[in-house]
């Protein structure tokens, strides 16, 4: 699997998540799933996948949005983890809404962009480090460490 086909294969699963968060209940529910999914997502972007772009002509703006749009789910996401209620819910759709447009816009701006590039790295060595990299950082969340940069 190449790195976009992998990168949008998490870009669906967040959206299943988020459908699936129907009410406050499901919100709270689901909150934790979608936090770790984002945070390994968001954290396999800036570390290997943007760097091997972000100096290319065409992209080096769009990899700084998209890292700016990082940055705020993230704050998102650490001021929900101690709320309740209406604040948590109204963030909660805020969150949907703002990880929905940082998709569209990778998706649809980003995405394209990398394919088209003639002399870019490939697609299928990144995917390949991203899946590998993916899956150490779960276990090492699961187990409380931190991802080593390698």
């Known amino acids: 699997m190449d790195a976009l086909e992998l990168l949008k294969k998490d870009h669906d699963l967040v959206r299943e998540f988020f459908a699936d968060a129907n009410t406050y209940d499901d919100m709270k529910r689901l909150f934790d799933t979608i936090r770790a999914e984002l945070e ?3 954290t396999l ?3 290997r ?3 091997r772009f972000q100096n ?4 080096k703006d769009l990899v700084q949005d998209a890292k700016e749009q990082h940055r705020l789910v993230k704050d998102l996401l650490r001021d929900m983890q101690s709320q309740e209620g209406q604040e948590f819910e109204k963030n909660f759709q805020t969150l949907k809404a703002e990880v929905q447009l940082h998709i569209t816009f990778e998706e649809s701006e980003i995405f394209p ?3 088209s590039l003639t002399d870019g790295p490939d697609l299928g060595e990144i995917g390949e480090q991203l899946a590998t990299d993916k899956m150490e950082y779960q276990l090492a969340r699961k187990s409380g460490d931190s991802v ?3």
């Open 49 to 51: 996948f943007y760097p």
């Open 113 to 115: 962009q990398v394919q």
């Open 56 to 59: 290319r002509k065409f992209l």
């Open 40 to 42: 390994a997502h968001t």
């Open 45 to 47: 972007e800036e570390t």
């Open 148 to 150: 080593q940069q390698r």
